[in-house]
């Protein structure tokens, strides 16, 4: 079964005129697609039609669209007053309320209404296609196709196939997608889809690092965001997609993968939920928003480096190695003794452990152990670990040192893998769930993580980046210092890494 869209002017339907349905309305218009428009609230149909026409005019005024362009997709769009209307439809895509039951009877009705080869797809988020079109009279034709919030401005697109979607479905709305302006990923149907999945990495691993108290959501977010590169630390993502929209999510997909740790929600998030701290729409959150503005805690000024001596731990000798410079560029006075003196400020360099188990296996002094992730943040953000019973002065003295100069430093508590080693761990080895259940393939889960969520390199790259065996020793460490399976790794990260090869390989 398949619709050639990309050639003449295909007419497509979109029923459910809210955000995701005008969206989805406006870039098939720009693509020259006719567009049948419904929703049960004609006066939403309405309203949703200005709104795309106050788009494109906006479009015009900011030069990224020519008048004659705007007029055209303006006239693409017709309103229809019912269901019966969008008969004419090659493709149908779906956007009411994410509920399994109403999506069910919009897709008996819309059985009722197309033609027998007209192609119905649903732009749910978080529901099973497959559940979705088990109720319907020819599944073969029911597939997904994702959008991303704000529509117009999110290029990706996820084309999902149910366990009965037939042959050719996919390949047209991979090619409905091109024709609308998106970049489409072809997926298979599993809880999350692709983007979701991968995205819990982040959120939810930084909760649970909040939770271990490791540190402050504000530290963490700084951490994050300066230090690796996210464009919005997690705590603020979660305040601007909000936690009644967030943690729903994270616990239905949790639930669908059969309480897989991996995906285990946070119970902090869930009691904030309850509270309606939700974020930036009730003005509060882990952020409270003055005018929709962050007001968050001033981070104090590093303290002065007291000129205390510093001896750099070799049992990371290339880690070892990335501090020198920095040490003695912030004018840290290096020992270079075997073993450090008393008084001496000790650093090490731990690679997913934390810094007890640095000192201790390492027959250091722990009250004067600083331990610094040399994988994430050097010279952007560093980030440094005291031990349980580091003694205020050699943290001051370790923060002063790191945090004295152009790169500020973030101190905090004992635990395994940092803040970004854990972070980027938990993202990468999801991927690599993802890709070794077959998903998506390696490369469109790079193209849809970075296109979707920017960051800064798709999971499998990453991977590829720190280096497969990295990532590998972080994820057991973690794994044998908190006994907590989420970070059990992947038979296809630890395949990868023990053969030396990237991520991205594909067996033939």
């Known amino acids: 079964m398949s619709v050639d869209t990309t050639r003449g002017d295909p007419i497509v339907g979109v029923i459910g005129a809210g955000t995701m349905g005008r969206g989805i309305a406006q870039v098939a218009a720009v693509g020259g697609c006719a567009v049948k428009l419904f929703d049960a609230d004609a006066t939403a149909a309405k309203n949703a039609a200005d709104f795309i026409g106050g788009m494109l005019d906006r479009a015009v005024e900011r030069g990224r669209m020519e008048a004659a362009d705007a007029e055209t997709a303006r006239g693409n769009i017709e309103i229809v007053d019912s269901a019966a209307g969008l008969a004419p439809c090659a493709v149908v895509i779906e956007a009411v309320v994410e509920d399994l039951e109403v999506k069910r009877r919009v897709f008996a009705e819309l059985e009722t209404v197309v033609a027998e080869d007209a192609i119905l797809a649903t732009n749910t988020s978080s529901l099973s296609v497959t559940l979705i079109a088990a109720s319907c009279r020819k599944p073969e034709r029911i597939a997904g196709m994702h959008f991303f919030n704000p529509v117009p401005l999110m290029r990706l697109v996820e084309v999902i196939e149910g366990a009965r979607t037939g042959p050719g479905v996919a390949e047209t709305l991979v090619g409905l997608g091109e024709r609308m302006g998106r970049v489409p990923v072809r997926v298979g149907d599993a809880p999350g889809f692709l983007v979701n999945q991968i995205g819990r990495g982040f959120t939810i691993e930084s909760a649970h690092i909040f939770e271990d108290g490791v540190a402050g959501w504000h530290d963490i977010d700084r951490i994050l965001r300066e230090g690796v590169g996210f464009r919005m630390g997690p705590f603020e993502l979660m305040d601007l997609t909000a936690l009644d ?130 994988l994430f943040g050097a010279g952007r953000r560093w980030t440094l670990m005291r031990t349980p019973v580091t003694a205020s002065d050699y943290a001051a003295a370790a923060r002063g040192l ?90 296809w990260l630890r395949r990868r890494a023990r053969l030396g090869v990237s991520l991205l390989t594909l067996e033939d």
């Open 245 to 374: 929209t967030t943690h729903p999510a994270t616990e239905m997909i949790y639930r669908q993968f059969y309480d897989e740790p991996r995906y285990r929600p946070s119970p902090m998030m869930s009691l904030r939920r309850e509270a309606g701290l939700l974020g930036r729409k009730t003005g509060r959150g882990f952020y409270e928003y003055l005018d929709g503005d962050p007001i968050g805690p001033e981070e104090p000024a590093a303290p002065a480096y007291d000129g205390r001596p510093v001896w750099i731990s070799g049992a990371e000798p290339e880690a070892a190695a990335t501090l020198r410079k920095p040490v003695l560029d912030a004018g840290g006075r290096l020992e270079e003794s075997e073993r450090p003196s008393d008084d001496t400020l000790v650093l090490v360099t731990p690679i997913g452990d934390d810094a007890t188990t640095a000192a201790v296996d390492q027959g250091l002094d722990a009250r004067r152990t600083v331990a610094v992730d040399t």
């Open 402 to 491: 790191f945090g004295g100069g152009d790169a500020p430093a973030t101190v905090v508590n004992d635990g395994p893998g940092f803040v970004a080693q854990r972070v980027v761990a938990m993202i990468v080895n999801i991927g690599c769930a993802v890709a070794q259940a077959r998903t998506s393939t390696p490369e469109d889960i790079d193209r849809a993580v970075t296109l979707a969520l920017a960051y800064p390199f798709g999971p499998l790259a990453w991977g590829d980046a720190v280096g497969p065996a990295t990532i590998l020793r972080v994820l057991e460490n973690v794994y044998r210092i908190t006994g907590d399976p989420r970070y059990r790794p992947t038979p």
